[in-house]
């Protein structure tokens, strides 16, 4: 059961096609995000879990970053610290919260699924979920105002 939902994510994983407010969230978040040094944000980065899975944003210690522009990796061995889902209408909250759940059970430390609608954050992490809703968001010392995104 589990490998026939983990397929049917990686078949939606290639067909997303992200709106303007699922952009325009990216875009902001990773705007805060890149004012802290101590970490970088990388869009559309796939991860080395399965045949793949793309979160839209993943976060890292800067220090853990060392592009090799002469030799690049398809799919990252590493896992971010924080990986962040912005729902497109094209997804469902459900299929992104299962992703969530593998990204965790991959060593990701946190996730956090966004859905633009309701002005709602799910973080997830190895003890459980939080909604939350047009606030601060915190996870592993990352601190994003969703009232400055969402305001």
């Not at 802290?36 to 990388?42: G, P, R, T």
């Not at 980065?45 to 002469?70: C, H, M, Q, W, Y």
């Not at 690049?72 to 590493?78: A, L, N, Q, T």
Request: proline residues 5%; aromatic residues 6%; charged residues 25%.
């Amino acid at each position: 059961m589990l490998a026939e939902v983990e397929e049917l994510i990686y078949e939606k994983e290639k067909k997303k096609m992200p709106s303007l407010n699922h952009s325009y969230i990216c875009t902001k978040i990773i705007s805060q995000l890149d004012k802290n040094s101590e970490i970088i944000c990388l869009p559309e980065l796939t991860l080395r879990i399965g045949k793949g899975i793309t979160p839209d944003v993943s976060v890292f210690e800067a220090t853990k970053i060392k592009p090799n522009f002469r030799l690049d990796i398809s799919k990252y061995p590493e896992m971010p610290i924080l990986a962040i889902e912005v729902i497109s209408a094209s997804q469902s909250i459900q299929d992104l919260l299962i992703k969530a759940d593998m990204l965790i059970e991959n060593g990701v430390k946190a996730v956090w699924t966004i859905e633009p609608f309701t002005n709602t954050v799910f973080v997830t992490t190895k003890i459980g979920e939080q909604k939350l809703q047009n606030q601060k968001v915190e996870s592993e010392g990352i601190t994003v105002d969703f009232k400055q995104i969402f305001g």
